[in-house]
């Protein structure tokens, strides 16, 4: 009787694992590890994180609400309009960090008016808030070279470079780009813009 090949078979086949496959998962799971360990290293070399205080970012930023810090943008780059920005008020390393918005950069000129915050004579799209003490924008302010002029979100409740103590703030008193919030008591987590 000739050998049937073909058609069903209730025998199990071991099915072989072989050194390619197994070779694969360990390379896959040791560049997970890899790229892990890599960003942890890059955020605490270059990063950090610090929580928030008082309510002058309100509502994108919450009193003591964590967020995360990109040190190294500045070494290579500058603020640009928009940026949400930490810096220490006077260069006061005994102070806490300050979060504020930069809202004008070096050779702008800044004037609060009527409640409103101009730009080189233009109104501002950055900040739009009605800001009631205009502090010393009051008059034309025309930015010197690495100077910044920061407001808080919440500017009504917000001490920021309107404020004589503080004024525009010089680059090498800025550490650092606020880049992400982090989660904590139903706070809302996500990337700061």
């Excluded at 073909?6 to 071991?14: A, I, V």
Aim: one cysteine or more; a positive charge; glycine letters at 10%.
């Amino acid at each position: 009787m000739a050998k049937r090949t073909g058609g069903l078979s209730f025998y199990k086949r071991k099915k072989k694992i072989s050194y390619k496959m197994v070779h694969e998962v360990i390379s896959w799971i040791l560049s997970v590890f890899i790229t892990i360990f890599l960003g942890t290293a890059l955020v605490m070399l270059f990063g950090m994180k610090i929580s928030v205080v008082g309510v002058s970012m309100e509502p994108i930023i919450e009193a003591e609400q964590s967020v995360l810090i990109d040190r190294f943008s500045y070494v290579l780059g500058k603020p640009k309009t928009g940026h949400v920005v930490i810096f220490f008020p006077n260069g006061n390393e005994n102070s806490y960090y300050y979060t504020k918005r930069v809202v004008a950069v070096p050779g702008d000129r800044v004037k609060i008016q009527n409640g409103r915050l101009y730009i080189n004579d233009e109104p501002s799209e950055v900040c739009t808030a009605y800001i009631s003490e205009p502090g010393i924008a009051e008059n034309e302010i025309t930015l010197g070279i690495n100077e910044y002029f920061l407001i808080g979100d919440n500017p009504s409740e917000s001490e920021d470079s309107r404020s004589s103590g503080i004024g525009p703030v010089p680059l090498s008193d800025i550490k650092g780009h606020v880049w992400f919030k982090m989660p904590q008591g139903g706070r809302k987590m996500g990337f700061v813009r």
